[in-house]
Nanobody, 121 residues
Framework: QVQLVESGGGLVQAGGSLRLSCAAS????????MGWYRQIPGKQRELVAA???????NYADSVKGRFTVSRDNAKNTVYLQMNSLKPEDTAVYYC???????????????WGQGTQVTVSS
């Protein structure tokens, strides 16, 4: 069993900042790529930022220069620092991780439960 538990969402004014965290726990052998996606009702889930196990990152064009993804491998945790937030960043944010589980030594994709981020104008 593997779980991803997110925290850090909330309501913030435009121009403000929030930091999301996502901790993985359970029968984990190793974690490869981790990342954050977001979804607005009626739209497809979209990639916001991702980070490999070695620290290479990529970002959606809409968040480059404002958001920073990082991870703490010792804590099996990925973070998303969001600065200069805009109303269009309002969405449910989901963390994602590609995890090799101990029981099968196969890699599976896991998702967090989602956390709401609301940016008021």
């Amino acid at each position: 069993q593997v779980q991803l538990v997110e925290s850090g969402g909330g309501l913030v004014q435009a121009g403000g900042s929030l930091r999301l965290s996502c901790a993985a726990s359970g029968s984990i052998f190793s974690i490869n790529a981790m990342g954050w996606y977001r979804q607005i009702p009626g739209k497809q889930r979209e990639l916001v930022a991702a980070i490999t196990s070695r620290g290479s990152t990529n970002y959606a064009d809409s968040v480059k220069g404002r958001f920073t993804v990082s991870r703490d491998n010792a804590k099996n945790t990925v973070y998303l620092q969001m600065n200069s937030l805009k109303p269009e960043d309002t969405a449910v944010y989901y963390c994602n991780a590609n995890i090799v589980v101990v029981t099968t030594m196969h890699e599976y994709k896991y998702w967090g439960q989602g956390t709401q981020v609301t940016v008021s104008s």
